[in-house]
């Protein structure tokens, strides 16, 4: 018999029953039935998703291989209890699902058993919180090297999707062009209109589809916030309002408050009768991040439930509770004595942490409230995990890997002939003439220094500084500025579709620019380019650029025909397109100059 690895009250199609996850497969049994109504075997899943945070039903819906649609359950416990037991079928699926990625090739897949007929609902006995169950991260398989610009979105794309997948780069590059507006405006006007192809345009342009994949891949996380409920006016009324989320929290921030409730509710209290109850409570109170908490539980009327799980003020000089790793010295609220461990101070009153004896829960609630985010966030005990080998910790912590360059480029390595003979007669001429050249007297230099130095004081209060050479920079400085400022506040006034063609042929010019040096020069690095085009593919390619390039002396042209036509000065036209022009002719050089060398 396969044994259960998790099991949870789940209702399927609206009926209710028992949602199972074995060693083997994932099954749903119909309440009253003995045979199992849905029947997923392992190697039949393969995606999965889950209902938003906050939703009034707690859902989880499983992707088959065969049928994308797959199954939908949804945890009819309790919803503290609902997330609970999501997270565990959601933790174990997450790995079953990465495995079947993994194997290649896939598995056949297993029977899809449907849904039997309808049958009365039973109901369900609320079932006590799963408490302190963190939300595993989804694992992360490994990524390809960047290759072609068309999948390039492959290599920082979350696990499952394939590689070389044009729907997700489609995607990518549809994001990237909705959020620049005039990247978006080049597209149109050089992809869609024929000039050059889609993945020439990408071409260079990869780090912006990574940038967007790797957004896309980024998990929010979990808030610092301490957890501490507040009250809200709500229709009139002050209330402080529950939410699943806020459950979950508060059972896995103070594990006491789950034990209260798994102890009372629904036994003795119902579920309202228990949070009416707590937030009115000292424990509530001593739960709260502030000083005055303390002194507000003596306002707080006595509960005969609730007080038998207050915990004794953790005031003393030593924490009540010891923990088996102790707090990273850059979270540590407590940690005033590190300031001075290189001079050997000794401790002394001012050096003590919490010098008000209230101070010191907030400071050790605190502390473990950071490290507790801290080992969510980067997986382990920080002490542990940062500890090097030379025993310097605080240094280790000091280094950041999102501070490190990971795509350092090595630069175009130069092809020098006879480079040993080079540097061999180099190094021949410096030993020949490296004890040539005059020789400095130390001392004498060192007594001139001293004596052009005497009576400095003197000449020092002697000292006239001429005012005209300081009071002419600072003028000039004062006119650029406000001549700068004068042409900023003014708006020019070339007309507006004038001043369009303008951008347009100089953003044009320089896309073809770009692919043109494209072609000619290597690139820095062979991660950073599409595949590998053959020289005759780049020679073909740059052509192309030089044909629309020779084309742009006649756009400027028409564009200065159509300013004096509107009756603006041409040569502003001029002016601004001078520099896109230097360098389309710069190219033009370059090509003929290129061409004209025939073949040695």
Same mark, same amino acid.
């Given at each position: 018999?396969?044994?259960?690895?998790?099991?949870?009250?789940?209702?399927?199609?609206?009926?209710?029953?028992?949602?199972?996850?074995?060693?083997?497969?994932?099954?749903?049994?119909?309440?009253?039935?003995?045979?199992?109504?849905?029947?997923?075997?392992?190697?039949?899943?393969?995606?999965?998703?889950?209902?938003?945070?906050?939703?009034?039903?707690?859902?989880?819906?499983?992707?088959?291989?065969?049928?994308?649609?797959?199954?939908?359950?949804?945890?009819?416990?309790?919803?503290?209890?609902?997330?609970?037991?999501?997270?565990?079928?959601?933790?174990?699926?997450?790995?079953?699902?990465?495995?079947?990625?993994?194997?290649?090739?896939?598995?056949?897949?297993?029977?899809?058993?449907?849904?039997?007929?309808?049958?009365?609902?039973?109901?369900?006995?609320?079932?006590?919180?799963?408490?302190?169950?963190?939300?595993?991260?989804?694992?992360?398989?490994?990524?390809?090297?960047?290759?072609?610009?068309?999948?390039?979105?492959?290599?920082?794309?979350?696990?499952?999707?394939?590689?070389?997948?044009?729907?997700?780069?489609?995607?990518?590059?549809?994001?990237?062009?909705?959020?620049?507006?005039?990247?978006?405006?080049?597209?149109?006007?050089?992809?869609?209109?024929?000039?050059?192809?889609?993945?020439?345009?990408?071409?260079?342009?990869?780090?912006?589809?990574?940038?967007?994949?790797?957004?896309?891949?980024?998990?929010?996380?979990?808030?610092?916030?301490?957890?501490?409920?507040?009250?809200?006016?709500?229709?009139?009324?002050?209330?402080?309002?529950?939410?699943?989320?806020?459950?979950?929290?508060?059972?896995?921030?103070?594990?006491?408050?789950?034990?209260?409730?798994?102890?009372?509710?629904?036994?003795?209290? *119902?579920?309202?009768?228990?949070?009416?109850?707590?937030?009115?409570?000292?424990?509530?109170?001593?739960?709260?991040?502030?000083?005055?908490?303390?002194?507000?539980?003596?306002?707080?009327?006595?509960?005969?439930?609730?007080?038998?799980?207050?915990?004794?003020?953790?005031?003393?000089?030593?924490?009540?509770?010891?923990?088996?790793?102790?707090?990273?010295?850059?979270?540590?609220?407590?940690?005033?004595?590190?300031?001075?461990?290189?001079?050997?101070?000794?401790?002394?009153?001012?050096?003590?942490?919490?010098?008000?004896?209230?101070?010191?829960?907030?400071?050790?609630?605190?502390?473990?409230?950071?490290?507790?985010?801290?080992?969510?966030?980067?997986?382990?005990?920080?002490?542990?995990?940062?500890?090097?080998?030379?025993?310097?910790?605080?240094?280790?912590?000091?280094?950041?890997?999102?501070?490190?360059?990971?795509?350092?480029?090595?630069?175009?390595?130069?092809?020098?002939?006879?480079?040993?003979?080079?540097?061999?007669?180099?190094?021949?001429?410096?030993?020949?003439?490296?004890?040539?050249?005059?020789?400095?007297?130390?001392?004498?230099?060192?007594?001139?220094?001293?004596?052009?130095?005497?009576?400095?004081?003197?000449?020092?209060?002697?000292?006239?500084?001429?005012?005209?050479?300081?009071?002419?920079?600072?003028?000039?400085?004062?006119?650029?500025?406000?001549?700068?400022?004068?042409?900023? *506040?003014?708006?020019?006034?070339?007309?507006?579709?004038?001043?369009?063609?303008?951008?347009?042929?100089?953003?044009?010019?320089?896309?073809?620019?770009?692919?043109?040096?494209?072609?000619?020069?290597?690139?820095?690095?062979?991660?950073?380019?599409?595949?590998?085009?053959?020289?005759?593919?780049?020679?073909?390619?740059?052509?192309?650029?030089?044909?629309?390039?020779?084309?742009?002396?006649?756009?400027?042209?028409?564009?200065?025909?159509?300013?004096?036509?509107?009756?603006?000065?041409?040569?502003?036209?001029?002016?601004?397109?001078?520099?896109?022009?230097?360098?389309?002719?710069?190219?033009?050089?370059?090509?003929?100059?290129?061409?004209?060398?025939?073949?040695?």
């Amino acid at each position: 018999m396969p044994s259960i690895v998790c099991s949870a009250q789940a209702s399927y199609k609206k009926l209710p029953g028992l949602l199972e996850l074995t060693d083997a497969h994932l099954q749903w049994t119909k309440a009253g039935d003995k045979a199992p109504s849905v029947k997923v075997a392992h190697s039949e899943a393969a995606s999965l998703s889950r209902s938003k945070v906050g939703a009034a039903q707690v859902r989880l819906k499983v992707g088959l291989v065969s049928d994308e649609a797959g199954h939908n359950f949804t945890f009819t416990s309790p919803q503290a209890v609902a997330l609970a037991e999501r997270e565990k079928f959601e933790a174990e699926l997450t790995n079953i699902i990465a495995r079947n990625r993994a194997v290649a090739p896939q598995q056949p897949p297993g029977p899809t058993v449907a849904a039997a007929t309808p049958a009365p609902s039973t109901p369900v006995t609320p079932r006590p919180p799963h408490v302190g169950t963190p939300a595993r991260p989804t694992p992360q398989l490994s990524r390809a090297p960047t290759s072609r610009a068309a999948s390039v979105a492959s290599d920082s794309r979350g696990p499952g999707t394939p590689v070389n997948d044009p729907a997700h780069d489609f995607r990518l590059r549809k994001k990237v062009l909705l959020s620049n507006p005039e990247l978006a405006q080049l597209h149109r006007e050089l992809v869609m209109g024929g000039h050059i192809s889609e993945n020439e345009f990408w071409e260079g342009r990869e780090h912006l589809l990574l940038a967007q994949a790797a957004a896309e891949s980024q998990k929010r996380g979990k808030p610092g916030q301490l957890v501490d409920p507040r009250p809200q006016s709500v229709d009139g009324e002050v209330k402080i309002v529950i939410t699943p989320q806020l459950v979950h929290d508060i059972f896995e921030e103070f594990p006491i408050v789950a034990k209260a409730y798994n102890d009372n509710v629904p036994s003795k209290l *119902s579920e309202a009768e228990f949070w009416s109850r707590y937030f009115q409570s000292k424990l509530f109170n001593s739960h709260r991040a502030s000083i005055r908490s303390s002194a507000a539980q003596h306002v707080v009327k006595d509960d005969p439930i609730f007080d038998k799980y207050l915990e004794k003020e953790d005031d003393d000089l030593e924490p009540r509770r010891l923990r088996e790793e102790r707090v990273d010295t850059f979270i540590d609220l407590g940690a005033t004595s590190v300031d001075h461990d290189e001079t050997g101070n000794e401790k002394d009153i001012t050096m003590q942490a919490g010098k008000q004896r209230a101070v010191l829960p907030l400071i050790r609630k605190f502390n473990e409230h950071s490290t507790r985010l801290l080992d969510t966030a980067l997986g382990g005990p920080a002490a542990k995990r940062r500890r090097t080998d030379s025993g310097d910790e605080r240094l280790a912590q000091l280094d950041l890997e999102d501070l490190h360059d990971n795509q350092t480029s090595a630069g175009i390595l130069l092809d020098m002939q006879d480079r040993q003979r080079y540097f061999d007669g180099r190094a021949a001429s410096a030993g020949d003439g490296g004890s040539a050249g005059p020789r400095v007297d130390f001392q004498e230099a060192i007594r001139q220094a001293k004596s052009s130095t005497e009576g400095w004081s003197a000449s020092l209060s002697q000292l006239k500084i001429d005012k005209k050479a300081g009071d002419g920079a600072l003028v000039s400085m004062t006119q650029n500025v406000a001549t700068r400022l004068d042409v900023k *506040s003014r708006k020019h006034d070339i007309p507006e579709a004038l001043f369009r063609q303008m951008t347009t042929c100089q953003t044009a010019a320089n896309e073809f620019l770009r692919q043109f040096w494209l072609a000619i020069y290597p690139p820095p690095t062979e991660s950073q380019t599409l595949a590998a085009a053959t020289p005759a593919q780049k020679a073909a390619k740059a052509a192309k650029m030089i044909g629309y390039l020779g084309k742009t002396h006649e756009k400027v042209e028409a564009l200065v025909r159509a300013a004096h036509q509107e009756g603006i000065d041409p040569a502003r036209v001029k002016v601004a397109m001078k520099p896109v022009l230097d360098a389309v002719d710069k190219a033009l050089e370059y090509w003929r100059t290129k061409n004209s060398k025939g073949p040695r």
